[in-house]
């Protein structure tokens, strides 16, 4: 079998591993990373497996795949490209779709509100996080969630359902059709990290919970950072 894995971070290198142990014929499309961030391209190095840092498209495929997997891929993957696999092409999603297609899933959860997030596999079509679903998962939202432990657990729980969601694509399930709904989060850091003091104490206490993931900015109040609630707390009465 031939497979072209579109992926990125730790969970991109973890399925590269998975499919490296099944003996497939493997190419990988990623991206460059800062320092922060667990390497796929690095990790292709290592192994010895080919990749490309360009954009996945028609004219630089390597081969004709049987199965496109994307796992954190940063690039929207053109029509041309979902029809040369036939449709054989599906994503992991942080978000209980149909809600929160888009960027920022786990992010604007919290911000919400929500009790609950989880991961969607899901068939990749012109509908940006539109196709059939494959699998998804609950998991609830602590209250002391930041987004980087929300981040890590919805992912490392996602992985390990990776073999599960590939099985019922290569087995040619046809999922289960998303309910017409429209709920898009835009790429960007949810109100570029300015704490409203119009909100209540309760969604800032999210809102600041939901920016820390280091070594990103945190919070801020004009140019303060705004590290915790209590820092918020501390701000407030000194006003």
Sequence with gaps: MKVILCGYNWIGCAVLNYLLELNYEIFVFTHDNPPYVNSLKELCIKKKIPYSLKKINKENLPFTPNIICSIYYRYFISNDIINIVKGKIFNLHPSLLPYYKGCSSITWAMINGEEKT???????????????????????????????????????????????AFNKVVNNYKGRKQIDFNNYYKRGCPKNGQIDLTWSDEKIERFIRAMVYPPMPYAKIGNVEIKSYSEYIKYKNNK
């Design 118 to 164: 989880g991961f969607t596999y899901h068939y990749i079509t012109e509908n940006i996080d539109g196709g059939n679903i494959i699998l998804q998962k609950e998991i609830l939202i602590e209250d002391w969630d930041t987004q980087i432990t929300l981040y890590h657990r919805v992912m490392f729980e996602a992985f390990k359902f990776f073999d599960k």
